[in-house]
Nanobody
Framework: QAQLVESGGGSVQPGGSLRLSCVAS????????MGWFRQVPGKEREFVAA????????AYADSVKGRFTVSLDIAKTTSHLQMNSLQSDDTAVYFC????????????????????WGQGTQVTVSS
């Protein structure tokens, strides 16, 4: 089993920045994808970004392209999500997830491809 722990959430004013981190532990993976999703109460979980260990391929939701950047520290099995120019619509609980499967680029946005999930961290964007 793997455990994922997110950190870095908080409150920020519109236009501000936050950096989320997700540390994976408990297992080693030779190939994996780490993804970020978010959810607002009463709404479905939404894909945000993902990165693949092999090749470093990334994928982003259209709503965050140009504002968010996902990265991967392979040595530490840690993913970071740098969020800039935050807007009120970005307010949500952010979850990281890890897939140990061979995930093609076009499927990296699908929650069902991920085996492990963190407990989430709250991000609130408000003036």
């Amino acid at each position: 089993q793997a455990q994922l722990v997110e950190s870095g959430g908080g409150s920020v004013q519109p236009g501000g920045s936050l950096r989320l981190s997700c540390v994976a532990s408990g297992r080693t993976f030779s190939s994996y994808v780490m993804g970020w999703f978010r959810q607002v109460p009463g709404k479905e979980r939404e894909f945000v970004a993902a990165i693949r260990r092999r090749g470093g391929n990334t994928a982003y939701a259209d709503s965050v392209k140009g504002r968010f950047t996902v990265s991967l520290d392979i040595a530490k099995t840690t993913s970071h999500l740098q969020m800039n120019s935050l807007q009120s619509d970005d307010t949500a609980v952010y979850f990281c997830a890890l897939s140990s499967n061979q995930v093609i680029l076009s499927a990296m946005s699908l929650g069902r491809m991920y085996d492990y999930w963190g407990q989430g961290t709250q991000v609130t964007v408000s003036s």
